[in-house]
């Protein structure tokens, strides 16, 4: 069985997200559903399932992307608060979900559902516009 993040083509990740870059621990994907405007996903390179599997530097960098794409997502839209969460269950690779909030916006004040019944997709220009924007704003 092929892992969602290890695999370059898992059909199921490229159904529902666009990769935008490698940082120093991890990769960062948008979510093709911008019901949440910014939200992506953060996995580690290596196949790990726990943070606590990471050796001290790998965690430190691992962590450290996800402080640089989180604030480079509250930077660029501009939201009220970020979810970060860590799953996995059915899905074991060591990967955060991104999830902006906007006061009185969907879902603002509750729990985000991983899969949208009703997702908000954009054009291929829309996405290749935000896409641009993280990387200019990670340098990467």
Known sequence: MSC???????????????KVGDMKASTLYLFKDQAHRGRCVLALKDHKKELCECGDQERMDYCEDLARASGAVKKLWGCTKLNLASFG???????????????GGFEFGGNFTITNPDPVL?????YQEMIDALKAELGI
């Open 122 to 126: 954009l054009t291929d220009a829309e």
């Open 89 to 103: 269950d059915s899905n074991p690779h060591l990967h955060f979900h991104i999830v902006p909030k906007y006061e």
């Open 4 to 18: 969602f993040y290890c695999d370059a083509n898992h059909e199921g990740r490229l159904a529902i997200m666009f």
